[in-house]
């Protein structure tokens, strides 16, 4: 099993409607959960980062974690075209210092 | 500086040859990490550093690739001996190293082993 699940996708939405891309992690025990966004031929860049049970807001972007279910997911409102880009999950394992765990990533496509 | 500086940016290479890969972390970050990413795929963990403690070497593939990290600052990655499978987008990130401090990664360098 891999310490970090995604669907790879692509997911694909119309522009305006609510993206919602999911994850799932192995570490029952893993305290920090983290999405980044990675255009084609970037470098990943951070979006959002969630600690605790719940629903986390940053102007568009929620993110919501259940430690209970192991699930991280990033819903995203009135998706643009510009959103369309790979979406990696990461979580910082238990006993692993700094380091984090990346999914494979989510392929998101917003369409006009 | 205002972010995490790799370079080059892009190296062709042939096979059989060595190659170093920089990074130049945030200043003030403790912690450099090394992943690589192959094309279409996730990304693969490779070394990390954190202050004065033994690096965490557990993600290198092999003993040809080795990295230092100079003064707490400046890191090299080393491949020795490239194989045409090392191609792939070498990422540097750095992060305070504290608690859940996120990663903040740099632009990268291609790797290309012909």
Redesign the interface.
Known sequence: QKEVEQNSGPLSVPEGAIASLNCTYSDRVS??F?WYRQYSG?????IM?I?SNGDKEDGRFTAQLNKASQYVSLLIRDSQPSDSATY?C?C?PTG??????????TQLKVEL | GAGVSQSPSNKVTEKGKDVELRCDPISGHTALYWYRQSLGQGLEFLIYFQGNSAPDKSGLPSDRFSAERTGGSVSTLTIQRTQQEDSAVYLCASSLGQGASPLHFGNGTRLTVT
């Open positions: 305290q920090s983290f970037k470098s990943p860049e951070l980062s600690y990696l990461a910082r692993g210092g700094n380091k984090l765990t990346f999914g494979t990533g």
